[in-house]
């Protein structure tokens, strides 16, 4: 009841419209990005069900 009352008071309120500082949009430096990330995601998990990067444990 207290924190409703505190977010009523800065005028958090059930029907206030939400507003933003800054409207963000993705550009084509971010999808360059997600497309290497995810490429560089996939490699990895490629080699490493081929056998790549597993430590042999020698107990």
Do not use: N
Not at 15 to 28: A, D, E, I, K
Not at 33 to 48: E, F, K, M, N, Q
């Amino acid at each position: 009841m207290l924190l409703a009352m505190a977010l009523e008071s800065k005028g958090f309120g059930p029907g206030t419209p939400r507003t933003f500082y800054r409207c963000s949009s993705l550009r084509w430096a971010d999808g360059i990005t997600l497309i290497v990330v995810a490429g560089l995601t996939i490699i990895s998990g490629w080699l490493r069900l081929s056998g790549f990067g597993a430590v042999p444990v020698g107990f």
